[in-house]
């Protein structure tokens, strides 16, 4: 299917609208196999439109000059600083403090990007060079290569290939005139869409952009920083997925296994580690058996999904940051002018009123209602579960926006399923691979799960959406903004649930949306299964087993079970019985109410089960 292309075969194949460019990278080892790159080149310009001409090699581009077709552009490439030129014996660093020569035989020059913004050996940008600046002075273009998506590259772009690009051509002090890239479709959208776009510029209103345990991309889920970073970045709707502690305090904690995100078992509560089958959870130490003052003390631990691969996140602040309350969080987001709402997740409700004596529903309700009460809260407010019997139950005692994450991926949900699902929901939650099902990181097709949903006037919502290129499908060219706009536009949901939201805000700001017929080719959405049809059957993937259709049964679910009371707790990790814990100061007013709201479950016994 891929053949070997002469120049010729270039032209006449792909007819290069925009210009062809020709690199000539070994000249002196072509010479000496008595083989004369500049008579091929020239005869190449006697039949072939050439617009740029680029080599590493001084004379080689000094022996064409004169004959060269005016239209024709000749650009010196930049090697490794401590490189030769074979054919002047000078470094190229040498050659590049001497840029009034280079102009004597050149229109430009082509430079790795590290020439223009170096990077420190741990991986984070150091301040820019003059290189684009004095190479302009002499009249020289500059072009700048090494763009890949799919490696790694300064931890300051948060691994989204736009905003590497946007630091070469909209930075506010200088711009390059070009880029040499592996993925042409990236640097087109972020000059022609994504560049010259003010911080302050509204983007439009879909997708609505839901932060993942805040911009946990950037910092440690759940805390401060990973919440501001997020609001910093226009985060819409701002999460927090509650977990209970041993004094019954709800907080905003990524998991109810602290060994996930803390280093807990490197610390003194390492004796502390269990087991627990009903949840899942294989020697967890977790939130409910540590009080919220000896949690606040536990170190946090940014997620790195991809440590396997050597895709490591921010490791200059992997253990920043601080936890937080519910309260303190909804005092966070209230503060936030640009978040229009708030989204709580509330998971394992059943196992922790039935085993642990907590009700974490009734915890969320007071707090909120104690913001609701004083109008202290302006926020709309979002309450996210798996659980159908969560939401059934805060549909009761609230007007709050419901939302039912389908946990599993699924091909296919029946009306009778959506008709109970809305009884209960407004909207809904699905995994990325529910609306483009993949095999092995190959698109195969598109689902028509978001149309029937929105179809009953849910609005669909779709998790979880990553910047690195792991992440993603081939199909989406290891582009983040690739990915989220062929969800968009190609599949029509409402929101991004992001680990990256700063992506996602930048990506609704972008000029080439809303422009219809007039859309350009690479601000398109993907074709789903275009990509797999350019493998040779050989190489095929095997078929995999598609995911399975939501059904009635799967959404339906007993009620809560009444919070159970528990005896004095025990099990301090030394086999002694602990006192009964004082909740720290600030705080009284949540314990006592989930008191008050336990002895009223157990007396009405109106509660869902999941």
Same mark, same amino acid.
């Given at each position: 299917?891929?053949?070997?292309?002469?120049?010729?075969?270039?032209?006449?194949?792909?007819?290069?609208?925009?210009?062809?460019?020709?690199?000539?990278?070994?000249?002196?080892?072509?010479?000496?196999?008595?083989?004369?790159?500049?008579?091929?080149?020239?005869?190449?310009?006697?039949?072939?439109?050439?617009?740029?001409?680029?080599?590493?090699?001084?004379?080689?581009?000094?022996?064409? @000059?004169?004959?060269? !077709?005016?239209?024709?552009? =000749?650009? &010196?490439?930049?090697? #490794?600083?401590?490189? +030769? *030129?074979?054919?002047?014996?000078?470094?190229?660093?040498?050659?590049?403090?001497?840029?009034?020569?280079?102009?004597?035989?050149?229109?430009?020059?082509?430079?790795?990007?590290?020439?223009?913004?170096?990077?420190?050996?741990?991986?984070?940008?150091?301040?820019?060079?003059?290189?684009?600046?004095?190479?302009?002075?002499?009249?020289?273009?500059?072009?700048?290569?090494?763009?890949?998506?799919?490696?790694?590259?300064?931890?300051? @772009?948060?691994?989204? !290939?736009?905003?590497?690009? =946007?630091? &070469?051509?909209?930075? #506010?002090?200088?711009? +390059? *005139?070009?880029?040499?890239?592996?993925?042409?479709?990236?640097?087109?959208?972020?000059?022609?869409?994504?560049?010259?776009?003010?911080?302050?510029?509204?983007?439009?209103?879909?997708?609505?952009?839901?932060?993942?345990?805040?911009?946990?991309?950037?910092?440690?889920?759940?805390?401060?920083?990973?919440?501001?970073?997020?609001?910093?970045?226009?985060?819409?709707?701002?999460?927090?997925?509650?977990?209970?502690?041993?004094?019954?305090?709800?907080?905003?904690?990524?998991?109810?296994? =602290?060994?996930?995100?803390?280093?807990?078992?490197?610390?003194?509560?390492?004796?502390?580690?269990?087991?627990?089958?009903?949840?899942?959870?294989?020697?967890?130490?977790?939130?409910?058996?540590?009080?919220?003052?000896?949690?606040?003390?536990?170190?946090?631990?940014?997620?790195?999904?991809?440590?396997?691969?050597?895709?490591?996140?921010?490791?200059?602040?992997?253990?920043?940051?601080?936890?937080?309350?519910?309260?303190?969080?909804?005092?966070?987001?209230?503060?936030?002018?640009?978040?229009?709402?708030?989204?709580?997740?509330?998971?394992?409700?059943?196992?922790?009123?039935?085993?642990?004596?907590?009700?974490?529903?009734?915890?969320?309700?007071?707090?909120?209602?104690?913001?609701?009460?004083?109008?202290?809260?302006?926020?709309?407010?979002?309450?996210?579960?798996?659980?159908?019997?969560?939401?059934?139950?805060?549909?009761?005692?609230?007007?709050?926006?419901?939302?039912?994450?389908?946990?599993?991926?699924?091909?296919?949900?029946?009306?009778?399923?959506?008709?109970?699902?809305?009884?209960?929901?407004?909207?809904?939650?699905?995994?990325?691979?529910?609306?483009?099902?993949?095999?092995?990181?190959?698109?195969?097709?598109?689902?028509?799960?978001?149309?029937?949903?929105?179809?009953?006037?849910?609005?669909?919502?779709?998790?979880?959406?990553?910047?690195?290129?792991?992440?993603?499908?081939?199909?989406?060219?290891?582009?983040?903004?690739?990915?989220?706009?062929?969800?968009?536009?190609?599949?029509?949901?409402?929101?991004?649930?992001?680990?990256?939201?700063?992506?996602?805000?930048?990506?609704?700001?972008?000029?080439?949306?809303?422009?219809?017929?007039?859309?350009?080719?690479?601000?398109?959405?993907?074709?789903?299964?275009?990509?797999?049809?350019?493998?040779?059957?050989?190489?095929?993937?095997?078929?995999?087993?598609?995911?399975?259709?939501?059904?009635?049964?799967?959404?339906?679910?007993?009620?809560?079970?009444?919070?159970?009371?528990?005896?004095?707790?025990?099990?301090?990790?030394?086999?002694?019985?602990?006192?009964?814990?004082?909740?720290?100061?600030?705080?009284?007013?949540?314990?006592?109410?989930?008191?008050?709201?336990?002895?009223?479950?157990?007396?009405?016994?109106?509660?869902?089960?999941?």
């Amino acid at each position: 299917m891929f053949q070997i292309l002469t120049v010729q075969d270039v032209v006449k194949q792909v007819n290069p609208p925009l210009g062809l460019w020709l690199n000539i990278q070994h000249d002196a080892f072509f010479s000496q196999k008595n083989l004369s790159m500049r008579r091929f080149v020239l005869s190449v310009l006697k039949s072939t439109i050439v617009d740029y001409i680029s080599s590493p090699e001084v004379n080689f581009l000094r022996g064409i @000059y004169a004959r060269k !077709p005016s239209r024709t552009k =000749l650009i &010196f490439r930049f090697l #490794g600083k401590d490189e +030769v *030129d074979p054919s002047f014996n000078q470094t190229y660093d040498s050659l590049l403090s001497n840029l009034t020569f280079i102009k004597t035989f050149a229109s430009g020059i082509l430079v790795p990007k590290s020439y223009i913004w170096p990077v420190d050996s741990n991986g984070y940008l150091l301040p820019h060079t003059s290189v684009v600046l004095d190479a302009h002075r002499e009249g020289l273009e500059v072009f700048a290569s090494g763009f890949v998506n799919d490696d790694t590259f300064a931890y300051n @772009y948060s691994y989204n !290939p736009v905003a590497e690009y =946007l630091s &070469f051509v909209d930075n #506010g002090e200088f711009s +390059v *005139d070009g880029v040499l890239s592996d993925f042409p479709v990236t640097p087109s959208a972020a000059i022609a869409c994504f560049s010259h776009i003010g911080k302050n510029m509204s983007g439009q209103e879909k997708p609505l952009v839901i932060s993942h345990k805040g911009s946990s991309g950037d910092y440690p889920d759940c805390t401060d920083l990973a919440y501001q970073r997020a609001i910093s970045d226009g985060v819409d709707v701002l999460d927090c997925p509650v977990q209970m502690t041993k004094d019954g305090i709800p907080v905003c904690l990524g998991s109810i296994n =602290l060994g996930e995100f803390t280093l807990a078992a490197q610390s003194q509560f390492s004796n502390q580690t269990i087991s627990i089958p009903e949840l899942g959870i294989e020697n967890g130490i977790f939130t409910f058996n540590l009080t919220w003052s000896e949690i606040q003390g536990l170190q946090p631990v940014i997620s790195n999904p991809f440590a396997s691969s050597r895709l490591y996140r921010n490791p200059n602040n992997k253990n920043a940051g601080k936890f937080m309350t519910l309260s303190e969080f909804l005092d966070l987001s209230n503060n936030a002018i640009s978040v229009s709402g708030v989204l709580i997740i509330i998971e394992d409700a059943a196992y922790l009123a039935e085993k642990e004596g907590l009700s974490v529903t009734d915890a969320v309700l007071d707090t909120l209602k104690n913001y609701s009460g004083s109008s202290q809260l302006v926020k709309k407010i979002m309450i996210q579960s798996t659980n159908s019997s969560v939401l059934i139950k805060f549909k009761k005692e609230s007007n709050y926006e419901l939302v039912y994450r389908i946990e599993e991926s699924i091909r296919d949900v029946d009306n009778l399923t959506i008709t109970e699902i809305k009884s209960f929901a407004h909207s809904v939650v699905v995994s990325k691979d529910s609306v483009f099902p993949d095999n092995q990181a190959y698109l195969t097709g598109m689902t028509n799960v978001v149309q029937k949903l929105k179809a009953f006037n849910l609005s669909v919502y779709v998790q979880r959406f990553r910047n690195e290129f792991l992440s993603q499908a081939w199909d989406f060219f290891s582009d983040a903004n690739v990915e989220i706009n062929s969800f968009v536009m190609g599949a029509g949901i409402d929101g991004v649930i992001t680990e990256f939201p700063g992506t996602a805000v930048k990506y609704k700001k972008n000029k080439c949306l809303g422009l219809c017929d007039k859309t350009p080719p690479y601000m398109s959405p993907v074709q789903p299964g275009s990509l797999m049809q350019l493998i040779t059957p050989p190489y095929l993937p095997p078929a995999e087993a598609p995911n399975p259709v939501l059904t009635e049964s799967d959404v339906v679910e007993p009620p809560l079970p009444t919070v159970a009371v528990l005896g004095p707790p025990s099990g301090n990790g030394n086999g002694t019985t602990a006192p009964p814990p004082t909740p720290p100061s600030g705080q009284p007013e949540v314990v006592a109410c989930i008191f008050l709201s336990s002895l009223s479950v157990l007396l009405s016994a109106l509660s869902l089960l999941p």
